[in-house]
Every structure is written in structure tokens, then in C-alpha cells.
């Protein structure tokens, strides 16, 4: 049981997945110019994929999230991307501690790594095809869903509190959707 000087936390897909990161300045906005990033995570350019990893770093590096969609930005200019899903995916996740003093560390696909807490929320989103898909917060309202094989990882150390069956990261609870 969580006691008074715990935080719980709860990230959901309340906002339509469209929480935007700082407010940008008014940049003159690129055409589209066919970039894309899959649900898989790979990033494609005129509908190939980026087969170079550090490209694909620099690119991530750049890329935000308004309230209109995704964009990589530079100091002058912002070009629109299309992304399915969330823009990055937890391929690892470590732990250390137990209990409520543990700590999951994320490490997503463009190498990125994330503490599960209170400034990195383990949130789900309603599927299109039905189900709940989890994701982590990286930064400024860009997220990465969880890989199958991490999300078994995560879900095999969930435990029950009084709010629920979830994991404990960082100080902070993060509930699992229950199903209706």
C-alpha cells in the first residue's frame, strides 16, 4: 500500500494522444516531403526505408509534437512527418530495486533512455483495432510504445496496491486499464 509521500501517476490517452511539446516559434513549414515513421518504428523517405541508424538519430533528435501533428524541426524551418502510432519503441527495459523503490529504465529504438517517474509517465492508449497499447514518455510529449517482449517483461512485474494492478517506477504507481 502506497503510503502519504508516494506520487501516483497516471498517463492515459485522454488528450487524443495530441499533447503537444513546448510552444515553437512560427517557423515557415516545408511541404511534405514524404517522410513517415511505421508503427514498427522504422522511418522511411519517399517510401523506402532509412537503413542508416545514425540518420535516423539526428532526424529523432529534431522531431516535436504540436497540436496539428509531428514535425522535424530546425532553427528556420519545419518539415511535417507522418507517424503511426507513437514516433519511438522501447526495445529494453532494465530494473533495478523492488517494490515501490525500483527503477525501469527504458531504452528505445533510437537509443534514447528513459526513467519510468513522475517526468516519464508508463501510460496506454486505446487501439484503433480494439486493446490497449502502453507506451513511456521520452520528452516534450513524444512517447515510445513498448515492444511486445518488453511490455511481457513490465507485465510480469505488476503488482496489486489499493489502486489497482500496476508497476511501481521511480516513486511513482502507473496503473494497468482494467478490463470491462
Given at each position: 500500500?502506497p503510503?502519504?509521500?508516494t506520487?501516483?501517476?497516471?498517463?492515459?490517452?485522454?488528450?487524443?494522444?495530441?499533447?503537444?511539446?513546448?510552444?515553437?516559434?512560427?517557423?515557415?513549414?516545408?511541404?511534405?516531403?514524404?517522410?513517415?515513421?511505421?508503427?514498427?518504428?522504422t522511418?522511411f523517405?519517399?517510401?523506402?526505408?532509412?537503413?542508416?541508424?545514425p540518420?535516423v538519430?539526428?532526424?529523432?533528435?529534431?522531431?516535436?509534437?504540436?497540436?496539428?501533428?509531428?514535425?522535424?524541426?530546425?532553427?528556420?524551418?519545419?518539415?511535417p512527418i507522418?507517424?503511426e502510432?507513437?514516433?519511438?519503441?522501447?526495445?529494453?527495459?532494465?530494473?533495478?530495486?523492488?517494490?515501490?523503490?525500483?527503477?525501469l529504465?527504458?531504452?528505445t529504438?533510437?537509443?534514447?533512455e528513459?526513467?519510468?517517474?513522475?517526468?516519464?509517465?508508463?501510460?496506454?492508449?486505446?487501439e484503433?483495432e480494439?486493446?490497449?497499447?502502453?507506451?513511456?514518455?521520452?520528452?516534450?510529449g513524444?512517447?515510445a510504445?513498448?515492444?511486445?517482449?518488453?511490455?511481457y517483461?513490465?507485465?510480469?512485474?505488476?503488482?496489486?496496491?489499493?489502486?489497482?494492478?500496476?508497476?511501481?517506477?521511480?516513486?511513482?504507481?502507473?496503473p494497468?486499464?482494467?478490463?470491462?
Open positions: 500500500m503510503d502519504k509521500n506520487t501516483r501517476l497516471v498517463a492515459s490517452d485522454s488528450d487524443g494522444g495530441k499533447r503537444a511539446g513546448p510552444s515553437l516559434p512560427k517557423l515557415n513549414v516545408c511541404g511534405d516531403i514524404g517522410l513517415k515513421i511505421m508503427r514498427d518504428g522511418w523517405y519517399e517510401g523506402s526505408p532509412i537503413g542508416r541508424k540518420l538519430k539526428l532526424f529523432s533528435t529534431v522531431l516535436r509534437r504540436e497540436e496539428d501533428g509531428f514535425y522535424l524541426v530546425t532553427p528556420v524551418e519545419k518539415v507522418e507517424v502510432g507513437e514516433p519511438f519503441i522501447a526495445v529494453a527495459m532494465t530494473r533495478k530495486g523492488e517494490g515501490s523503490d525500483q527503477r529504465t527504458f531504452t529504438n533510437v537509443d534514447d528513459v526513467t519510468a517517474g513522475p517526468a516519464h509517465a508508463i501510460g496506454f492508449h486505446a484503433p480494439g486493446g490497449q497499447a502502453p507506451f513511456v514518455d521520452v520528452r516534450d513524444l512517447r510504445q513498448l515492444s511486445r517482449a518488453v511490455y517483461e513490465l507485465a510480469d512485474m505488476t503488482v496489486e496496491t489499493e489502486a489497482g494492478l500496476g508497476v511501481w517506477s521511480d516513486g511513482a504507481f502507473f494497468f486499464p482494467m478490463d470491462e
